[in-house]
Every structure is written in C-alpha cells, then in structure tokens.
C-alpha cells in the first residue's frame, strides 16, 4: 500500500511577509510587496523596482545565530521559513534530543533552491584590477592578488545552491534523503513533488520541502533585464505585475523562503499532527522547444498537467482551483492559458485561476512552494486568492481569472503549476484532507 | 507497489583522459593521469596551478546542424554535458531525432533527464569590458553597471549559467519530452541525480532516462573558491602526476578539474524487449547528511556518508561481502578522505579490510558535479571487463585509513560494486550495482 502524504507544517519569508498568516492577510487584502529597489542603487537599470524581503532579522530564528552567520541572504531567508514550518509540525529544532517522534534518519530536505548572491565588492573588485583594456586581455595575477586578498572563503562557498539545505540539516537534525534542485522557476515544485514520491517509495516519514531564492543583486538584475523578462513600468511598480492583462510587459523579480513539512500520514496520525492539506499528484516534463521560449501550443505544461491529474487519480472536473504561473509576462501568461484549455475543455472557464505573483513577484527558485501554501490557506478558508491588478483584460485571454478581489467559495482541490525558463513543466495538486 | 527494476544501457563521458568512455578506461588502466599545470587561464598567483582539463573537442562535431546557433549559449558545463550525452545515446542503441530523425525508436514522452550539475561561474573576460565601464573612480558603480555596463552585456548572458540549461540543451536537441530535472548538490550531484532517475523509472513515470552530471571546474572563480576553502593542494605544482593523493599519508588537498558523465538508465523490460545490451542493475540507492559545524568538510566520523552506504546496501539488499568494488569519494583532503574511510569501515564492518577500494581521483581530478557519475562509468567498466585497475599515488596508507586499496592490478569478478559521494555543506550519497546476469 502506498503511503498518502500530507501537509502538516508551512513557513515563508517573503515580500509580503515573513510569517503564514501575515501573508495571508496581505493578500486577501490585495496588498502589494512591490517597490523601488533598495537593495543597491538600482536606479539607472531599465527596471528600477523589485520585490524584496525587508525588515527582516533571522537571528530571532535559532539560538545559536553565530553558526549561520556566514550565510546568503537566501540562508538567512530559509533559516525563518524552516524553522516556523517546523514548530507548526511539532518539528524539534536545535536539540541533541527530539521527543517530536521522528526518526532522524527518515527525515529528509529536498529545496529547490539558488544560488547565494555574489560578494559583490571582491568580485568586480578584482575584475576591474585584472583586466587590461588595452590589450583587451585579464592578468590574472593582478586579478588573483585582489581576489585572494578580498574574497572570503565561507561567503564563497555560501554560493553554492546546496549550502540552503545544510542550514535546514544543522537546526533539524535531518539525516533522511537530501536533495537540492534548481530548475529556474519550476524548482521548488519539483522539490515537493519529489519529496511526496519519496515519502510514497518509503524513502523517508517526513521531508522538509520548498524552495529558497534571490536574485536581487546587480548580476541577476542586469541578466534579467537583457533578456527583456522584466516589467519596465518604472512609473508604477506596484501595478506592474499584472498577470493576464493586455498591458502585462513582464515579470517582478522577488526574493524569499517557503518551506512546507510533507510528511506520510502514518507518521503524522502517530505523532497527533495537524494536518494542512493531502499532496496527491505531481507531474513533470519539458518542452523539449527552446532555451529561450516556451513550447508555443504548451505542449510540456499540457503534458505536466496530464501528468498530474493522472497521478492523483481525478479528473480536471475536480480541480476547483489553479494557482497559476502566472508570470505577468507576454509568452507565458497566454500559452498557459491555452494548456489549461487544453487540458480543462469546456471546464476551463469554470475553473478559476489566479496569479498571486501579481502580489509577491516572481520568487524564482522559491515561487512554486510559496504559492503551494496559498493553495493550502484557501482549501483551508474556503478562499480563492485573487490575480490583482487586472484592470485592462487581453480579450485572448478568457478564462475566470478571479480578478482583484478575493472569492469566498468551495476549494477542496487545488493545483499549483510552475513553468522553468529552459522549459521545465512541474505541477503539484494538493486536496482537503479527509 | 510494484517497482520496475532499472538498468544502464549506454555510458558516456568526457574527462581529462579522454573524450570517451573507451579512451577514459584505457587511461584509467595505463595509470595515467589526467592532471597538469592549467591552460585555460594564467594560474599565476594561485596557490594551485593544477587542473583536470579535458582535451581539446570541436563542439560542432556533437551538435546536430539545426542546433549548432544554440552553440552560444552554451557554457563550458554545457558543452561537455551534450558531448557525453550524445556518446551514451549512441552507445545504447536509442535513436533520437538528435541522432537520426528518420529513424527515431524512443517515445519523446518516455524519456526523462536528470543531471547533476554545478553552480557556473561566468566567463570573467566575457564580463570585463562591460564592468570596466562601470568604474567611477576605479570603483564599481552600480549606477553605471545599469545603463552602459548592461548594453554591453549579450542579450542572453543568463542562460548560459543556469545550472538547468544543461538538461534544457540536451533535452531540445534529443527532444526527450519526460521530466528533467537539475540536482544541484555539489560533488554529490550525479550520485543523486542518478538515484532520482532511477526512481523515476523505477515507479513508472518514464521508461527510460538519462542521468549523470557535468562541471567544468577550470575557471577562475571557481578555482580561487577551492584555495580560499583550502580544498587544493598547493605543494604539488611542479609534480601534477602525483599531486592529487587520496588516502595517502602525503595527502595534501585536491586538484581540481572538469568532466561529464551521462549513463542511460532503462527499465528492465524495455532494454529486453528492445534487445539492448545490459551492463549493470541499479539496486541500491541511499541518502543522508553530514552535519558538520565546519561546513567546509566532511564531519571527522564520516557518519552522514556511512548512513548513506548501509541505506544503498540495505535498497539492494546485499551484505558486505558481496561487494567487490568501492570506488569512494576520496579527494585527496586528508580530513576528508579520513571522515570517508571511517564511514566505510562502519558500514562494511569486517569486510572492510578486504574489499577492493579504488578512487579514482588521482587521476581524473574532482570534477565536482561530474564526478560522480564518471566514477560509476568507471564502475561498469571495471565490472563489464573483470579488472580494477591500480590506484594511484596512495604509496603509504594514512593513519586511520585501513581501506584494502588497490595496489595492483586485479582480475576479478565483481557481482556488486558501490560508489559514494559527499559534500561540503552536507549531501551523502552511495549507488549500488549489479553486474549483468
């Protein structure tokens, strides 16, 4: 018999807030995290707004702050959401002795997490004193001297994308199977996905799932910016991302943590744990089209749906709500409009479908699971999030967007759909657990 | 549950000894060494002037004519990937529309991909001229960067370094439709990518994947990252045949370098009824963490690596003394190499004495995200050809070390063979493989 896997633990740093329930409430709210950046002078940049975790102290997280002090701004953002995520699940943290009932061996992490954020100061430090414009050539002794001299080596190795998890393993404990991943913005879905099939495989009891980003720094905002993927409405960041309108010119890049606790229910019906929502399906693929572009009919998101639905064994009938990709921009905000027609049929236009990226931003490697647990605060409250700041509708675009408002209503399943720049297709659906 | 049992097809891989899975097992076998003072920039003013590099390759000769304007957008990392997948797909006999699109015998949908990949620097001299234009005073202006800086930049700078890329490139020019996933754990990656790809199959969500890893660590940022951590040996500048020394008393830091390593996992069934050839059974696979307060290094007891390898041993249910091979992490960092043969010991008990241990380092270099799966290659062949050949520079064992390394040469039938890897920061992983019936 295969383990069901359920939900019982969820935390999040993010632009709207750095707990669950504030966030919530900023986005029943229809609040907006989106404003100019204040991270480094970004002022000259074809887009000079963001959407940034701020005021935000990790210290208060763990006892023993001394041992994450190296950390990126991305570890110092999991560490929070972690940690909350764990106390909801009666998770002990920071203690040689759990009483939580959990088998440190079958307690795993699988994040779908970036990269921390360059030290900025050495590396082009060290590139204007390396290079030689003359000769159009770097001496990279001249670079080395500054490099070695500049550069420290545990903000260095902080770069890695799998240093998030060894934060999450030294205040857990977890010795269970650990995974990073980092598929663009399809990662932290795929996170959870696979962590659900390793709890069914009986790889592990719980998993400690989601996804940690941020590429607010001047290398990951020139980048997305010269492939033209950003929002450009510099005159009103806070409308700027707006999923499904005519006038969308492009994504808000943000930053934060969200983790969610995936655990058997054996496990969570022996330790007497809350249970948030069931994961029941996931589904993978990808486009297989372009590195640059989506696959035009949506042939990968299609197949991802499929995918999923097959896996949770319903119909698309059952679906009562889809958090969307929803990135505000051009291409994708129509092609997965048509997979969801695609898949859904005569069902799409009653089946409502918003975008909280148009609160948020767009959290890159952490989007999925953050907005994973919105799905699972509105099969909880009966509450679908709405997609703000559609005001001028693309007539292309006709499905029940849920626009600007939020809509009191039956959710008991949800789907969750995250699309990765490269062509990575993740879609996870979560149910009300009974 | 039922669970499909998956099997390895087709090798691929491009290493510092060669282009091929055959040039690579020959060098492995001669005992050469794939390490030497680094070509691809002026290691002047490093502490570690010794690299993996892999011969020189034409790219073009690897990508089909409709994919070759994709060629520049592809980073080193992704180079190599696509080289060693194109080797692997050719080897089991699967024909994509890669390799012919008249006479395609995959189903797109069926095929997944799942590597291991590393965490990219950017070319610096690409970089240069633009942040030079940035400079006010001498120093870096973000208010510069934004507007002069940025047109400098190509367009699609980016997407050269996302570690996903790799897949994405493979994945379009192979169209292998299936999910593709991109395992980011450092040195442990391919081990890691592997177990997920084979899980996949396993639970019948694809019928076939491939699955390994791919770095090009030969890059400035990346090697000053490995001597500010002191991971690199900077005493054997001036001997690179012997300067990467795992489990030797002499041991002084690893050496670096670059790779790819891509096998082709299978379900059973499908290799049968297609006819292919079978070289080995993916049986066990296992998981774990280091905890370490010294991110840096493995932890000194090597426990979070011996959970993984007994969790790989109890998955293919076998004891220790049926393995007749191990080819461990070993890097050549004397702290580490010691934390990986306690981790051993415990988890082989007594038959730790005497099975064959093998790293392979000395030789290729640690290729990072690559290495993992370039040490598994070697596993099948040594297992296909009844040989593990000699390991090399561990002339005197180091205290604490009591691994039955392999001095010389041995022929031998090897029914069970693990391999194992781990991180900085904390993944362990252990594949276990069975020799074909």
Redesign the interface.
Known sequence: ??ERVVITGMGIVCPLGHDVETLWQAILAGKSGVAKTTI???????TVFDAEVKDYDFTKYTKNPQ?HEHGSRGSEFVIGAAVQACRQAWIDVETAEPTDRIDR?RL??YLG?G?GSVD??AF??A??E??D?DK???D??????V??GR????R??E?????R??HI??LT????????????CAAST?AIG?AM??I??G?ADVIIAGGVHSMIH???????????ALSTRNDSPQTASRPFSATRDGFILGEGAAILIIESLSSAKKRGVEILAEVIGYG?????????DMHEQG??AI?AIT?ALADAGISYKNVDYINAHGTSTMENDSIETKAIKAVFKAEAKNTPVSSVKSMFGHLIGAAGAAELITCVLAIRDNIVPPTMNLIDRDPELDLDYVPNEPRKMPVNVAMNESF?????NNVVIIKRFS | ?S?ARVVITGLGAITPLGLTVTDMWAGLCAGDCGIGTITA??????SCKLAGQVPDYKIQKYVPRAHRK?IK?MSRDIELAVIAANEALVHSGLVTKGIDPENVNIN??RVA?NLG?G?IS?D??E???A??A??TD???D??????D??EL???????KY????L???I??I?????????????E?SAH?AIA?AA??I??G?TDIALAGGAEAKVN?MIM??Q????RVTSENNDEPASACRPFDADAKGSVFGEAAGIVILENLENAQRRGAKIYAEVVGLG???N?N?A??HLEPDGY?LQ?AIE?AMADAQIEPEDLGLVIPHGTGIAADDLAEAKAIQAALGDAAAKTAVWPTKSMLSNTGAASGAIDLVAAVCAMADGRIPAAKNCDRKADGCNLNIVKQPQETDIRYALCCSY??????AAVVLKGPD
């Not at chain 2, 920039?41 to 490093?46: L, M, Q, R, S």
């Not at chain 2, 996302?162 to 890329?165: A, I, K, S």
């Not at chain 2, 001597?227 to 002191?230: G, T, V």
């Not at chain 2, 991180?423 to 362990?428: E, L, P």
């Open positions: 018999m295969t480094f002078d970004a002022s000259t940049f074809p041992l061996n795993g992490i997490a990269e900025n100061d082009f430090a590139i204007l390396g290079w414009a159009n050539e770097m990279w002794g001249r670079w080395a001297k490099a070695f550069m420290d080596a545990m260095e190795l770069q890695e994308p799998n240093m998890a060894a393993a030294r404990g977890a010795r269970g199977p650990t995974r990073s991943c980092l598929t663009a795929q696979e099939m390793m069914r495989r790889d001047p290398l990951g905002l020139m980048g997305f910016n010269r492939l033209t993978s693929s990808s486009d297989a089209f372009r590195v640059t042939r990968g197949q995918a990765g720049f490269g062509g990575q | 549950m669970s920039f002026d290691p002047v003013g490093f994709a957008l797109p949908e991909i990949a965490f950017c610096l001299v970089l240069a001229p942040v030079a940035s400079a001498g120093k870096f973000t208010r510069k960067w934004g507007k800086g940025l930049v190509t367009p699609l700078w980016l997407l996302l570690p996903n890329m897949a994405c490139h994945g379009i192979h169209d292998i439709q299936g999910p593709s996933n991109s395992i980011t754990c450092a442990a890691l997920e899980q996949i396993a639970r969500d400035p000053i990252r001597c500010l951590l002191k998981q774990s963490n905890i307060p991110y840096e979070g959970i969790k991180t900085y920061g904390g993944q362990t």
